[in-house]
């Protein structure tokens, strides 16, 4: 996967190169559906950000339904191996755009641009069908935008998904994404609490992104190829924390677990237990942690 810091990092390509540009959030159904229509028109390119545009642009931003780097392995289990992942700033904001579309034929030479049906590129959005039209005349490329894609007669989109998350929805979300709802992400060193007490966690920072309702999960872990079975705790530990953000906590169902601090791991969320618990003794959730893996083991 290539990653281009800003436009001018971008190579010069020969050949039909087709291009597609969005933010991408989910790498949803509809998603894959552009990409599949990109790899038919050339070499497919595929431009995404670093951080959602709307954070950027209005220092507010919805969650996000996969981080940066589960959306990087999405795009490459599509067969997209050329991947430009911009540093969105303030500056990148305010260009036109015809200015962004000038400077990437230059760069890349594309003969086709697929967007998404409500795709708008640049300054406050104002590249809409009817500009980005008349550019592709004037820069000589073919246009195409893909059609709104339902699952029966519901429209797939990222904020609809982002919705089901957070209602707990997630056979639907399953439906909309065309996969399991699931967290890929790295594995961060914790407080050890859990080995202490003789569960040891793969802990994940969830901060940024859309979660499904906190407590205790069954789950399974990817890693390397390989599925784990496990069971998760997602939010704040009130046994031991007053205050902490939240986080992903990941006991793998195996009397010799992986090493995995520092490294890239997909959790994906089975079965809901129960809510998070404020215990009165390290004692009492041991126990309560035995009956969770009981329960969970239904679901494995």
């Known amino acids: 996967m290539k990653i281009a810091q800003n436009l001018e990092d971008l190579p010069k390509e020969k050949g039909e190169v087709a291009l597609t540009i969005g933010t991408f959030d989910g790498v949803h159904r509809g998603h894959k559906e552009i990409l599949h229509v990109l790899k038919k028109h050339g070499t497919p390119y595929l431009i995404t950000f670093n951080s959602h545009p709307l954070q950027v642009v209005s ?8 981080s940066t780097e589960h959306k990087l392995a ?3 289990q599509e067969g997209i191996d050329r991947c430009y992942l911009l540093h969105f700033t303030k500056a990148f904001a305010k ?17 086709s641009l697929i967007l998404g049906h409500d795709a708008k590129i640049g300054y406050q959005r104002q590249g809409d069908r009817e500009c980005i039209s008349a550019l592709a005349k004037e ?3 073919h246009l195409e935008y893909i059609p709104p894609y339902f699952v029966g007669e519901t429209l797939v989109s990222s904020s609809l998904i982002r919705n089901k998350i957070e209602q707990n929805a997630l056979n639907e979300v399953a439906s909309l994404l065309g996969r399991e709802y699931s967290i890929l992400a790295g594995t961060t060193e914790g407080a ?3 080995r202490i007490i003789g569960y040891p966690t793969a802990n994940i920072e969830v901060q940024g992104l859309a979660l499904p309702k906190l407590g205790v999960w069954a789950c399974h872990l990817h890693h390397k190829k390989r599925l784990y079975p ?4 997602l939010g704040v530990a009130p046994t031991f924390y007053s205050q902490r953000p939240c986080l992903l906590e990941v006991h793998i169902l195996e009397r010799s677990p992986p090493l995995l601090y520092g490294e890239l791991v997909e959790i994906v969320f089975k079965r809901y237990l129960r809510s998070e618990k404020k215990f009165s003794s390290s004692r009492e959730l041991q126990e309560q942690i035995t009956l969770d893996i009981k329960n969970s083991l239904i679901s494995h």
């Open 230 to 233: 496990a069971i998760a705790n």
């Open 95 to 111: 260009q036109s755009a015809r200015e962004f579309l000038i400077l990437l034929k230059q760069k890349l030479n594309f003969s």
């Open 74 to 76: 999405l795009f490459k």
């Open 139 to 141: 820069l000589c490329f």
């Open 192 to 194: 050890k609490r859990g």
């Open 59 to 66: 220092d507010t931003s919805p969650p996000v339904i996969t």
